[in-house]
């Protein structure tokens, strides 16, 4: 059983980096042909995709906020990290990691486990 959990602060400020993990277990982020994904939600914007690492370390991030989005992994902790800078109260939501798979080129179109979630807001 594949479990996927978020950890970090529930409150930051505008301006500042918003760090949050996603520990895997059950299984390792390296094994093929996973991608590790970040995806947020809010009741204004709905479920927004964030962007992902895969297996080979390859990153991909969502156009509207890859100036300010990093993606990145440790793998001998088997986590993923990801970082959004320059917050502003909009980026309050729900932030979830889940999983992924591409097997010879064909998505499958949906992540197939998620983590529980957790609450980050933007206020000062």
């Known amino acids: 059983q594949v479990q996927l959990q978020e950890s970090g602060p529930g409150l930051v400020k505008p301006s500042q980096t918003l760090s949050l993990t996603c520990t895997v277990s059950?299984?390792?982020?390296?094994?093929?042909?996973?991608?590790w994904n970040w995806i947020r939600q809010s009741p204004g914007k709905g479920l927004e995709w964030m962007g992902a690492?895969?297996?080979?370390?390859?990153?991909w991030y969502s156009p509207s906020r890859k100036s300010r989005t990093s993606i990145s992994r440790d793998t001998s902790k088997n986590h993923f990290t990801l970082q959004l800078m320059s917050v502003t109260p909009e980026d309050t939501a729900v932030y979830y990691c889940?999983?992924?798979?591409?097997?010879?080129?064909?998505?499958?179109?949906?992540?197939?486990?998620w983590g529980q979630g957790t609450q980050v807001t933007v206020s000062s």
């Open positions: 889940a999983r992924f798979l591409v097997i010879s080129g064909i998505p499958s179109h949906y992540f197939d486990y």
């Open positions: 690492i895969g297996y080979d370390a390859t990153t």
């Open positions: 059950g299984g390792s982020i390296t094994t093929n042909y996973y991608y």
